[in-house]
């Protein structure tokens, strides 16, 4: 009956999908090619091809573009007058179909559904971009994104709109006498989360998947620089770049209260772990070997941060939780017209010290506030990330990722299972993606994610029978950027 | 080699050519000079490449490129006149931000940096490339490049240098000119009857020169 129930559910995915294609291919067609294109584009004059490989993968070009400060091309303002609009938005809709969307819920053990949407159209989620060059020496991206699928603390699906990624920066560029490239690249930046400021795209904040479903079920663990304080915390920090070889940055990242709270706005700083609440300025580091020859571009590199975060956010007066991550990664890109490849692959090696919360969880059984009660001073966790993409014509791409993360087993942080082991946070899988542009600025995306380990285990991950797998899911995804 | 009607618009075409060039050569102002160096070194090395000789060929070499053709290429992206795919993606925006001055200045300063050293991948493909820009195929109405673009493909007054430039963009600007992507009116009378080998085989003659 299940079966019947699923193969239903995924005629109706389809049905939806061939309704979204047509309705954005009709849509398209009334559109026609000269409409606008987003705001770094009408700044340079030139498509997004120049700086994307497909949104946001950043091309040789668009790296420089980044490192520069966003200040290739004309203000939008000048004596003249207004020469762009210096916005742009985004939106996008997708289907989502969850391989087994049927759960039991272990307090009623009734059956529930996992996704209440799944195989239905849905309109998630629009950001609106503030993008422009001030003069030749400032520029950046203010990125605010309205989440209709939002879920808030009482459980309840609502709209909600709040400050996304951000990235302001101040530049330079030194070339010495008859020098045939700039010697040295310098800035400075301010943002609001760890790596949304780098312009590789082996690391997390722009990292693959670059569109991941807003309503599938995804691992519980993930390490904190992989988007555990995006748009939590105010990033500053300064790098060069030498000759274009050597990349070396220096940040620190404070809670983004006070004068910096504008950089959380939206999130939700009324419930306690509703943001993270760090301790001081914390050191984030980057190196990077970047070498780009004919049409080959390759960058091998390290990054990582330490941070000390207080277990409450409504509670700053306790001792920290002391968190070190390290990572390293690299990247590939072959770009040519009409054949592009480009890799990415990234290691992330997370140490936890819970210095704050194993001490009060030991000896009451909860963590401080809404922290969390770890069973064991210290955890491990660990990340690999790896996608291989090929594109013809820029039009036409297929990405195969693959994606793995374990650590230590902790009931405190993850649970027991049925036979009273602590609960590893082991996930692993794969990704397939294809996708179509149609034109520059539209993206249709046909996405599988596979699990192989969900929440630990590959079988009965929940106490309740469900398998890894059945979290598997197809996402439809239509992106529009104007 | 008999002479046809296409060769002597040609002709005419070249010494018009070089009397324009001739009246409207102008020198660079040292501040534009400064300037468009600092230009070519920060923005346009990004694709073209350290004094012009970029190493993908998806980005034409520039160095000691003539300057009148680099004038006239840079303002027909202004102007949006020269529209294949590559020139609207990248070089609408890249020369719509450039004035008269500058555009001179930085063609100057292409024109001045030490050529591209040509190299040989083929050669077959050289051997044939270099009989038809030696000759042109007479029988066909194909007159020899050599006689507008030089004999070792080093530009003559408005007409570019070929020499040492990519075959993957040589061939890519043929295929547009003969199919009336790219606006060249003179240049497509002439190479409209190329085959797709023949292109490739000039490409790859010309990029070893």
């Known amino acids: 009956m299940l079966d019947r129930k699923a193969s239903r559910s995924r005629y109706s995915a389809f049905f939806a999908c061939l309704a979204a294609a047509v309705t954005t291919y009709l849509i398209l067609q009334s559109i026609g090619p000269a409409n606008a294109v987003p705001s770094f584009a009408r700044q340079t004059g030139q498509e997004c091809v120049a700086c994307h490989v497909s949104f946001p993968e950043l091309t040789p070009y668009g790296r420089y573009f980044k490192l520069t400060g966003y200040t290739i091309g004309k203000r939008s303002f000048s004596s003249e007058g207004m020469s762009y609009v210096p916005l742009a938005v985004m939106a996008q809709a997708s289907v989502t179909s969850t391989r087994n969307n049927h759960a039991t819920d272990p307090d009623t053990g009734d059956t529930v559904s996992i996704n209440q949407r799944n195989n239905s159209m849905v309109f998630c989620c629009a950001s609106i971009f503030l993008a422009s060059k001030v003069n030749d020496y400032i520029g950046g991206f203010i990125q605010w994104s309205y989440d209709n699928l939002a879920t808030s603390a009482d459980g309840t699906l609502g709209g909600h709109g709040g400050i996304d990624n951000t990235d302001i920066r101040i530049v330079g560029k030194y070339a010495a006498e008859r020098a045939a490239v700039p010697d040295w690249i310098y800035g400075a930046t301010l943002h609001n989360n760890p790596t949304v400021q780098d312009v590789w795209n082996s690391t997390p904040a722009f990292g693959f998947p670059y569109t991941a479903s807003p309503l599938a079920s995804t691992p519980a663990a993930a390490t904190l620089i992989d988007g555990g304080l995006a748009q939590q915390v105010a990033g500053i920090g300064g790098y060069v770049f030498w000759k274009k070889t050597l990349y070396g940055e220096l940040s620190f990242y404070r809670t983004a209260d006070g004068a910096f709270s504008i950089l959380r706005q939206g999130q939700d700083i009324h419930t306690d772990g509703g943001v993270a609440a760090i301790k001081g300025y914390n050191p984030y580091w980057r190196f990077a070997y970047n070498h780009e020859w004919g049409p080959h571009s390759v960058m091998v590199g390290t990054y990582g941060m330490t941070i000390d975060r207080y277990p409450s956010n409504f509670d700053t007066s306790t001792p920290t939780d002391h968190f070190r991550d390290v990572a390293v990664d690299a990247q590939y890109q072959y770009i040519t017209d009409p054949h592009v490849f480009t890799t990415q692959a990234t290691y992330i090696d997370e140490r936890q010290s819970y210095k704050a919360s194993y001490p009060v969880a030991l000896a009451s059984g909860a963590g401080i506030g809404a922290g969390p009660a770890p069973a064991n001073p210290n955890d491990k966790l660990h990340t690999f990330k790896a996608k291989a993409t090929y594109y013809f014509d820029r039009k036409y791409g297929a990405t195969l990722g693959y994606f793995t993360t374990g650590g230590s087993a902790d009931a405190g942080l993850y649970g027991m299972d049925a036979s009273g082991n602590a609960i590893k946070p082991d996930n692993n899988g794969y990704i397939v993606e294809l996708d179509y542009l149609p034109v520059q600025y539209v993206r249709l995306m046909l996405q599988y994610v596979g699990y192989g380990k969900f929440d630990g285990a590959s079988t009965n991950y929940d106490g309740n029978g469900r398998s890894a797998r059945d979290n598997n899911t197809i996402f439809f995804n239509i992106w529009a950027a104007f | ?209």
């Open chain 2, 1 to 209: 080699m008999p002479t046809t009607h296409g060769f002597r618009v040609a002709i005419l075409g070249m010494v018009l050519g070089i009397v324009v060039n001739v009246a409207g050569a102008q020198t660079v102002s040292p501040e534009i000079h400064k300037a468009a160096e600092a230009k070519a070194v920060s923005l346009c090395s990004t694709c073209h490449g350290p004094r012009g000789i970029s190493t993908s060929a998806e980005f034409p070499i520039l160095a000691a490129q003539n300057k009148a053709y680099l004038e006239v290429q840079i303002d027909a992206f202004r102007k949006k006149t020269r529209a294949e795919k590559d020139a609207h993606d990248f070089m609408w925006g890249i020369a719509g931000n450039l004035d008269e001055a500058i555009i001179g200045g930085i063609a100057d300063y292409y024109a001045t940096q030490p050529a591209a050293v040509g190299h040989a991948d083929n050669p077959a493909l050289v051997a044939q490339g270099r009989e038809l820009y030696d000759k042109g195929i007479g029988d066909r109405g194909i007159p020899a490049c050599a006689t507008c673009h030089g004999a070792n493909a080093e530009g003559l007054a408005d007409f570019p240098r070929l020499a040492g430039q990519h075959a993957k963009y040589v061939a890519k600007q043929l295929n547009y000119i003969q199919s009336l992507v790219r606006a060249a009116p003179v240049m497509h009378g002439i190479v409209k009857d190329l085959t797709p080998g023949e292109i490739v085989a000039l490409a790859t003659y010309v990029q070893s020169r």
